[in-house]
């Protein structure tokens, strides 16, 4: 399957994004209005199958640019899981210059098969989260 990544939040519309959230259990509820500003201030990444206008994908990266990124909102549209579409999103973002060297945080309950293919380790006992009130 041929496809294209695109970067950077300007390259793809907030409506598709927020499709491919509305897929997720942690961001289904997430409001129009949020996910504009969450994608202004990030790195974002957008795949898209080609021959084709919808959005297939998405990623996006919070960091310091110094020591940390943190991977999040990792999502490929359901008709195109298990084609490969979310290896080729983390990789293209795990081979950015910029996050060389940094430490990589994400937080997932599954998926992380995926993950330990790039060197992510479930940490048991260390990891902490404050939930989000949306």
Avoid at 46 to 62: C, M, N, P, S, W
Avoid at 81 to 92: E, F, P, T, Y
Wanted: include cysteine; charged fraction near 30%.
């Amino acid at each position: 399957m041929d496809f294209r990544i695109e970067e950077g939040a300007d390259a793809m519309r907030v409506e598709d994004v927020a499709r491919l959230l509305g897929m997720t259990y942690w961001a289904d509820k997430r409001p129009l209005s949020q996910i504009e500003k969450s994608m202004r201030h990030s790195s974002c990444y957008g795949i898209y199958v080609d021959g084709e206008e919808k959005l297939a994908g998405f990623a996006r990266v919070i960091s310091d640019f110094a020591t940390t990124y943190y991977l999040c909102d990792v999502i490929v549209d359901e008709a195109h899981r298990g084609r490969g579409l979310g290896r080729a999103l983390v990789a293209h973002i795990e081979s950015r210059p910029e996050f060389a060297g940094l430490r990589g945080i994400l937080i997932t309950r599954d998926a992380h098969g995926l993950y330990e293919k790039f060197g992510y380790a479930v940490l048991n006992g260390r990891a902490m989260v404050k939930q989000m009130k949306c």
